[in-house]
């Protein structure tokens, strides 16, 4: 059964990090390009940042110099490294791959 699972989500302090990990099961993330998205109260879903199979990443904008996404062949995960946040990072984050997307974990920026 494919099963995308995020976790690391919580309340941070504008300026904090956070550490989100996307959990594969069911197929073996190496051979896939991975997108990270989030979706803020009232507004669409939007694209923060992807990486394909050969390694190649891109980053929204508004989050490039604070955030990288790196995966984990072995573990068959799929990270992305949250510097320096600001309370407009405030969404739910999800995870997707090969048109399955995960359940997301909420982040929260505020003081």
């Known amino acids: 059964q494919v099963q995308l699972v995020e976790s690391g989500g919580g309340l941070v302090q504008p300026g904090g990090s956070l550490r989100l990990s996307c959990a594969a099961s069911?197929?073996?993330?190496?051979?896939?390009?991975i997108g990270w998205f989030r979706q803020a109260p009232g507004k669409q879903r939007g694209l923060v940042a992807s990486?394909?199979?050969?390694?190649?990443?891109h980053y929204a904008d508004s989050v490039k110099g604070r955030f990288t996404i790196s995966r984990d062949n072995a573990k068959n995960t799929v990270d992305l490294q949250m510097n320096s946040l600001k309370p407009e990072d405030t969404a739910v984050y999800y995870c997707?791959?090969?048109?399955?997307w995960g359940q997301g974990t909420q982040v929260t920026v505020s003081s």
């Open positions: 990486t394909t199979a050969a390694g190649t990443t």
């Open positions: 997707t791959v090969a048109g399955y």
């Open positions: 069911g197929f073996t993330l190496d051979y896939y390009d």
